[in-house]
């Protein structure tokens, strides 16, 4: 979020659905970013020293970026992903952890949940706002998270950067065919979670 940029601040310029980053770089090194994480094909020649840095995908750097700046996490963190069921599947697994004197916290539709409880605007946020709750949660000696995985948050890479040791898949039905488009890309974005993110 280019409004969010201060004096000493990185910028990760993401081409989104409505906005392209890009178009911010000139703004956010006028706020004083020292440097900038752009796509490939940004080509416009910028008359600054700062440094840009070019990556292929700039979701995905800023993941990555985030797990390094928030280092610490919990031991087990468990994601679920589905069409339907996955606030169902995390309330149930949480309530199933406490009955057993285990704490635990998650992370979806009914907000982060922890010592406190915040709301959130996505079933999965930002990779900022979930690293950093990550590491508020092994703060407060939480060991096991749950976190609600949408296909919007797995194919923006928001659950990239960290061990998830463990997942569950609740089913699959055809939806956000708006942001999909079709089947095989809505099925490609869930099947992330196996495929490329899960420990082996």
Do not use: W
Not at 116 to 121: F, G, M, N, T, V
């Amino acid at each position: 979020n280019n409004q969010a940029v201060k004096k000493g601040y990185l910028f990760f310029a993401i081409v989104g659905n409505k906005f392209n980053g890009c178009d911010f770089i000139d703004e956010a090194i006028q706020k004083g970013a020292v440097s900038i994480i752009a796509p490939e094909s940004y080509k416009k020649k910028i008359n600054t020293n700062i440094p840009i840095i070019k990556v292929s995908n700039t979701r995905k750097a800023l993941a990555f970026a985030a797990s390094k700046f928030f280092i610490k996490k919990p031991k087990n963190i468990l994601a679920v992903t589905g069409t339907n069921g996955k606030t169902s599947i995390a309330y149930f697994v949480k309530m199933l952890l406490e009955k057993f004197h285990v704490k635990a916290a998650s992370v979806g539709t009914l907000g982060i949940i922890g010592n406190e409880k915040a709301r959130l605007q996505n079933t999965t946020p930002d990779p900022i706002t979930l690293h950093h709750s990550l590491s508020k949660f092994y703060d407060q000696s939480y060991n096991h998270v749950i976190i609600e995985a949408s296909s919007h948050g797995l194919d923006q890479y928001r659950m990239d950067g960290f061990n998830i040791n463990m997942g569950i898949f609740t089913n699959i039905t055809r939806d956000h065919y708006d942001y999909h488009k079709n089947y095989e890309n809505y099925e490609r974005a869930k099947f992330r979670l196996f495929n490329e993110i899960l420990k082996p």
